[in-house]
């Protein structure tokens, strides 16, 4: 096509309002094929609405979004492509673990040993082989939040969208969930979104885009921004751009 093939993600100029409120502003960013990329930025400045555009919870108004090199209008070429992580828990807590991947599984048109052999080693990974027949209630935050990431890999994307996914849980389990993440975009060349408010999950390495009151402001990797604010740390940077 054109552009928009390097590009496994892409905004360009979307722009949203809710009623007369402008939520997001020009908006235009993009991510590349097997690049961890981080959305960062406070409660209520857009990051959930991005979110929601790509998923199709939203409608696109204003602006072209790319999956891929598919327009997210074209909606089964482009949302094949993805997996999806809410900031809300999704699971269904009265199935158990295989039950509730199961069911996913089903509803991308695959067949239960599908399901289950297409994320077989990353089951393993994650240490939840011996919880498939556990209910989901009965599994910790951060268990209940893994197989939420085994679901969206189910039908092997080339994006992972991570809204918030480590709001709520426990130091140990915020820092499992990504290294395990990190670990899927080093060994299987996938691209992740992770949308997050918290600092302390980003990486001097890492592509970075910040967003303030629904504006792009700066998108690079980390550690340019370092060296452009000549700053040590990243908070630093962020409070004397937010301000």
């Known amino acids: 096509m054109n552009k928009c093939e390097k590009n496994i993600l892409e905004f360009n100029n979307v722009n949203f309002f809710y009623g007369k409120k402008q939520i997001l502003n020009d908006v235009t960013f993009n991510i590349k094929k097997g690049e961890f990329f981080v959305l960062l930025g406070l409660n209520g400045v857009g990051k959930s609405t991005i979110f929601s555009l790509i998923t199709r919870l939203l409608k696109l108004e204003d602006g072209k979004i790319f999956i891929n090199g598919e327009s997210i209008e074209n909606y089964t070429k482009s949302l094949k492509d993805i997996g999806v992580v809410f900031q809300e828990a999704t699971l269904d807590l009265d199935l158990t673990v295989k039950q509730n991947l199961?069911?996913?599984?089903?509803?991308?048109?695959?067949?239960?040993?599908?399901?289950?052999?297409?994320?077989?080693?990353?089951?393993?990974?994650?240490?939840?082989?011996?919880?498939?027949?556990?209910?989901?209630?009965?599994?910790?935050?951060?268990?209940?939040?893994?197989?939420?990431?085994?679901?969206?890999?189910?039908?092997?994307?080339?994006?992972?969208?991570?809204?918030?996914?480590?709001?709520?849980?426990?130091?140990?389990?915020?820092?499992?969930?990504?290294?395990?993440?990190?670990?899927?975009?080093?060994?299987?060349?996938?691209?992740?979104?992770?949308?997050?408010?918290?600092?302390?999950?980003?990486?001097?390495?890492?592509?970075?885009?910040?967003?303030?009151?629904?504006?792009?402001?700066?998108?690079?990797?980390?550690?340019?921004?370092?060296?452009?604010?000549?700053?040590?740390?990243?908070?630093?940077?962020?409070?004397?751009?937010?301000?």
Request: no cysteine; hydrophobic share 40%; net charge negative.
């Open 102 to 243: 199961y069911y996913y599984g089903a509803l991308k048109g695959l067949a239960f040993e599908e399901s289950l052999e297409s994320i077989k080693k990353e089951i393993e990974k994650l240490n939840l082989d011996k919880f498939l027949d556990t209910p989901a209630r009965n599994l910790s935050g951060g268990q209940r939040r893994k197989v939420e990431i085994l679901r969206a890999l189910i039908n092997k994307p080339k994006l992972l969208l991570l809204d918030e996914p480590t709001v709520g849980l426990d130091l140990k389990a915020r820092f499992d969930i990504l290294d395990y993440v990190r670990q899927l975009v080093k060994y299987k060349n996938l691209s992740v979104l992770w949308i997050s408010h918290l600092f302390d999950e980003v990486e001097n390495k890492d592509s970075i885009a910040l967003i303030k009151n629904g504006e792009i402001i700066e998108q690079t990797k980390v550690e340019n921004l370092l060296l452009k604010y000549e700053q040590k740390n990243l908070v630093d940077i962020f409070n004397e751009i937010m301000e």
